[in-house]
């Protein structure tokens, strides 16, 4: 994995100048390009779509929700990492709801925001203590207040597909589960594949979802 377009949307100028030079410094990382808000990010989309979208939520003219929504609804390979300074499980949960494949604090330490990056590109998603945290509760929340479940549970995986997905959870690449299952990397890609169009997810957040309120993962 090299070769990487990092495309930074934040409307605080120090951070993002900060946070542009951080990222160019990075070894996977060919080219960081940067927005002030989400409008300006479509406009860069358009000419060169980014393999990963650092995203501030707090911007004017269009923030990071609404640019989330039309970046994966348009781009769907494109990775989102949420930055913000909001940490509560609900936001967090909300995000991740929405799509988003990582959520950082904007403190988090440079070495994070580059586990974040290659993460989300070779896993499709980044677990911290915060997402983990997150969906745990938000599961617990549904159970508990009786809400609508994200998924129908008539629907099962096979015993398979379980193993794969409780080590997907354990953000181990499709190559190494291969490997640990002696099974190839394209199959493992394609169970994930049937597996997202089983559970009518887009991507592998949401079969960490589906883990967290099945009961999978506990």
């Given at each position: 994995?090299s070769?990487?377009?990092?495309?930074?949307?934040?409307?605080?100028t120090?951070?993002?100048k900060?946070?542009?030079?951080?990222?160019?410094?990075?070894d996977?990382?060919?080219e960081?390009?940067e927005?002030?808000?989400g409008?300006?990010?479509?406009?860069?989309?358009?000419?060169?779509?980014?393999?990963?979208?650092?995203?501030?939520l707090d911007?004017?003219?269009?923030d990071?929700?609404?640019?989330?929504?039309?970046?994966?609804?348009k781009?769907?390979?494109?990775?989102?990492?949420?930055?913000?300074?909001h940490?509560?499980?609900?936001?967090?949960?909300?995000?991740?709801e929405?799509?988003?494949?990582?959520?950082?604090?904007?403190?988090?330490e440079?070495?994070?925001?580059?586990?974040?990056?290659?993460?989300?590109?070779?896993?499709?998603f980044?677990?911290?203590?915060l997402v983990?945290?997150a969906?745990?509760?938000?599961?617990m929340n549904?159970?508990?207040?009786?809400?609508?479940?994200?998924?129908?549970?008539n629907?099962t995986?096979?015993?398979?597909?379980r193993e794969i997905?409780?080590?997907?959870?354990?953000?181990?690449?499709?190559k190494?589960?291969?490997?640990?299952?002696?099974?190839?990397?394209?199959?493992?890609?394609?169970?994930?594949?049937?597996?997202?169009?089983k559970?009518?997810?887009?991507?592998?957040?949401g079969?960490?979802?589906?883990?967290?309120e099945s009961g999978l993962?506990?």
């Amino acid at each position: 994995m090299s070769g990487l377009k990092v495309y930074i949307a934040d409307d605080q100028t120090l951070f993002r100048k900060g946070m542009s030079r951080l990222v160019k410094t990075f070894d996977n990382v060919a080219e960081v390009k940067e927005a002030g808000h989400g409008e300006e990010l479509l406009e860069l989309m358009k000419t060169e779509p980014a393999d990963v979208i650092l995203m501030d939520l707090d911007m004017p003219v269009m923030d990071g929700v609404e640019a989330s929504e039309k970046v994966l609804n348009k781009y769907p390979k494109t990775k989102i990492v949420i930055l913000s300074m909001h940490d509560t499980h609900q936001h967090v949960f909300y995000l991740m709801e929405l799509g988003a494949h990582a959520f950082l604090l904007k403190n988090a330490e440079p070495e994070e925001v580059e586990k974040a990056i290659i993460s989300v590109v070779e896993n499709d998603f980044y677990q911290n203590d915060l997402v983990v945290e997150a969906l745990r509760k938000g599961a617990m929340n549904r159970k508990k207040n009786q809400g609508r479940p994200m998924f129908d549970h008539n629907i099962t995986l096979s015993d398979r597909e379980r193993e794969i997905l409780l080590l997907i959870c354990r953000e181990l690449t499709m190559k190494e589960i291969g490997a640990k299952l002696s099974l190839s990397e394209k199959t493992i890609q394609n169970h994930r594949a049937r597996m997202m169009d089983k559970l009518d997810v887009r991507n592998t957040v949401g079969l960490v979802k589906y883990a967290y309120e099945s009961g999978l993962i506990t």
